[in-house]
């Protein structure tokens, strides 16, 4: 679905580009935002390998969601790139990115309130190819366990229910990787629970996930891999038992240098 025969396209296998790993999906080379004077992101090299699920932590104002907003082409970078499956994709506009296979869902629900359950599956799978979008619709409604709320206006739903409903939106465009910007957060530990077990048998069919979390416990349920981010910089990575017991992760976040 990326478009490597498009000559504006500057097509640079990720490898090629940042010497990292062979496997990677997603890589960002230096990248870096600048805001007026404070450089909220700042040469940053993130690589999220294939089928990977990776969360991104760190205290307030690490530069976390400026990060993401990069990779989805919300924002520009100052400088940098951002390559995904092979395509350096620093200069395509957003909704292109997501085409490309690149799918995001931010804090708030981004939902047509006024719309029944089914009728939002369906407004992205219009975008799609597929041919039956009533099974399609059906298997989502499955797959998220909104099957019995299918016509209910989705502004009725919980918050909870809304965030499924809004990750099943993204799903049905089979992206190749998913980004989620704190897709827990207000949530009971029952919808957390329920949203915890879509993103592992969504990743379990394959679908790569970068998920910016607060929440430890969650972060601890979900991934093995956890990258830290502090003040615009990547700090560590690792698996998250060695994240958790780095005495400089724990003052970080206690707002002392590390
Ligand atoms: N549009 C903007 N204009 C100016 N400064 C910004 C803008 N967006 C973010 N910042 C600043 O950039 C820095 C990083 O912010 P960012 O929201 O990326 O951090 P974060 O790690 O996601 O934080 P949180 O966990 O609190 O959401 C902060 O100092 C923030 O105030």
């Given at each position: 679905?990326?478009?490597?025969?498009?000559?504006n396209v500057r097509v640079t296998p990720a490898v090629a580009a940042t010497g990292l790993d062979q496997d990677a999906v997603l890589a960002t080379e230096n990248v870096t935002k600048h805001f007026g004077g404070l450089t909220a992101v700042d040469s940053?090299?993130?690589?999220?390998a294939e089928g990977e699920l990776r969360c991104l932590i760190g205290p307030n104002g690490a530069g976390k969601s400026t990060l993401l907003e990069l990779i989805t082409g919300q924002l520009s970078p100052t400088k940098g790139h951002v390559y995904f499956d092979g395509i350096d994709l620093t200069d395509m506009p957003a909704?292109?990115?997501?085409?490309?296979g690149l799918s995001v869902k931010f804090q708030s629900p981004h939902i047509y309130e006024g719309l029944t359950v089914a009728q939002n599956l369906q407004i992205p799978l219009q975008r799609?190819?597929?041919d039956d979008i009533r099974s399609a619709t059906h298997e989502t409604l499955e797959e998220i366990e909104l099957?019995?709320?299918?016509?209910?206006?989705?502004?009725?739903?919980?918050?909870?229910?809304?965030?499924?409903?809004?990750?099943?939106?993204?799903?049905?465009?089979?992206?190749?990787?998913?980004?989620l910007d704190e897709?827990?957060?207000?949530?009971s530990v029952e919808e957390t629970a329920s949203v915890a077990d879509l993103i592992r048998s969504l990743n379990d069919d394959g679908m790569a996930f970068v998920v910016i979390e607060h929440d430890m416990e969650f972060v601890?349920?979900?991934?093995?891999?956890?990258?830290?981010?502090?003040?615009?910089?990547?700090?560590?990575?690792?698996?998250?038992e060695e994240i958790e017991a780095d005495e400089a992760v724990q003052r970080i976040y206690l707002g002392e240098d590390a």
């Amino acid at each position: 679905m990326s478009t490597p025969g498009d000559p504006n396209v500057r097509v640079t296998p990720a490898v090629a580009a940042t010497g990292l790993d062979q496997d990677a999906v997603l890589a960002t080379e230096n990248v870096t935002k600048h805001f007026g004077g404070l450089t909220a992101v700042d040469s940053v090299d993130f690589t999220v390998a294939e089928g990977e699920l990776r969360c991104l932590i760190g205290p307030n104002g690490a530069g976390k969601s400026t990060l993401l907003e990069l990779i989805t082409g919300q924002l520009s970078p100052t400088k940098g790139h951002v390559y995904f499956d092979g395509i350096d994709l620093t200069d395509m506009p957003a909704h292109e990115r997501i085409d490309a296979g690149l799918s995001v869902k931010f804090q708030s629900p981004h939902i047509y309130e006024g719309l029944t359950v089914a009728q939002n599956l369906q407004i992205p799978l219009q975008r799609t190819d597929c041919d039956d979008i009533r099974s399609a619709t059906h298997e989502t409604l499955e797959e998220i366990e909104l099957a019995d709320r299918a016509d209910t206006p989705a502004g009725d739903l919980s918050h909870g229910q809304q965030q499924r409903l809004e990750i099943g939106m993204a799903t049905t465009l089979e992206p190749t990787l998913m980004l989620l910007d704190e897709p827990v957060a207000g949530m009971s530990v029952e919808e957390t629970a329920s949203v915890a077990d879509l993103i592992r048998s969504l990743n379990d069919d394959g679908m790569a996930f970068v998920v910016i979390e607060h929440d430890m416990e969650f972060v601890r349920t979900i991934s093995d891999q956890v990258t830290v981010l502090n003040q615009g910089s990547i700090f560590r990575q690792g698996p998250i038992e060695e994240i958790e017991a780095d005495e400089a992760v724990q003052r970080i976040y206690l707002g002392e240098d590390a």
